[in-house]
């Protein structure tokens, strides 16, 4: 069973609030992401990260920022949240070194900005 | 670039009817495949893979069969149930860091 975890699973914050999702997991992969899934179900990729200290955005451009200071998490950050950031998003993580390897999601982050 | 696409949904089915969702690839080089499955309110969880051309990746009944010929990985099971209802993604990897998901199919089951 994937051990990868995100907190809250739920959040609903006003316009302007600086919010910090949680992702950790406890497998020791090297690469983590971050996906935005809209309501049509495409998932999107906002940012990844290769190691400690390595982190890159994705194809979706994105206002969020992240860190990779630790190898087993990989905090999401909205300076200023808007109604436009609404939507659930996903961790995920996967082992290094090659096309063979999954990616293991944690359960999501439901986000909805008022 | 690389590319998946799925057959869109939803797909409606009674229980116990024969279950293919089609997903097609362009990709360079030779790519691992893979379907997960979105139950709702969580994240994606791996249903099955194949890496190599031939190969067939089988799971809690569900099979697909890496197809380089028609650049293809259908995804099928032979007797659906109504805890199969959820979304189902096919997606690639070439061997970078990127993850290529088709857009999703919905799949409900009647009892």
């Not at chain 2, 099971?77 to 919905?106: E, H, P």
Request: net charge negative; aromatic share 12%; glycine share 10%.
């Amino acid at each position: 069973e994937a051990d990868i975890y995100q907190t809250p699973r739920y959040l609903v914050i006003g316009t302007g609030k600086k919010i910090t999702l949680e992702c950790s997991q406890t497998m020791g992969h090297d690469k983590m992401y971050w996906y935005q899934q809209d309501p049509g179900m495409e998932l999107h990729l906002i940012h990844y990260s290769y190691g400690v200290n390595s982190t890159e955005k994705g194809d979706l451009s994105s206002e969020s920022t992240v860190s990779r200071i630790r190898t087993e998490h990989f905090p999401l950050t909205l300076e200023s949240a808007r109604p436009s950031h609404t939507s659930q998003y996903l961790c995920a993580s996967s082992e290094g070194g090659g096309r063979t390897y999954e990616q293991y999601f944690g359960p999501g982050t439901r986000l909805t900005v008022t | 670039g690389d590319s998946v696409t799925q057959m869109e949904g939803p797909v409606t089915l009674s229980e116990e009817a024969f279950l293919t969702i089609n997903c097609t690839y362009t990709a360079t080089g030779y790519p691992s495949l893979f379907w997960y499955v979105q139950y709702p309110g969580e994240g994606l969880q791996l249903l099955l893979k194949a890496t190599k051309a031939d190969d067939k990746g089988s799971n809690k009944g569900f099979e697909a069969t890496y197809r380089k010929e028609t650049t293809s990985f259908h995804l099928e099971k032979g007797s659906v149930q109504v805890s199969d209802s959820a979304v189902y993604f096919c997606a690639l990897n070439s061997g970078t860091y990127k993850y290529i998901f088709g857009t999703g199919t919905r799949l409900k089951v009647l009892a």
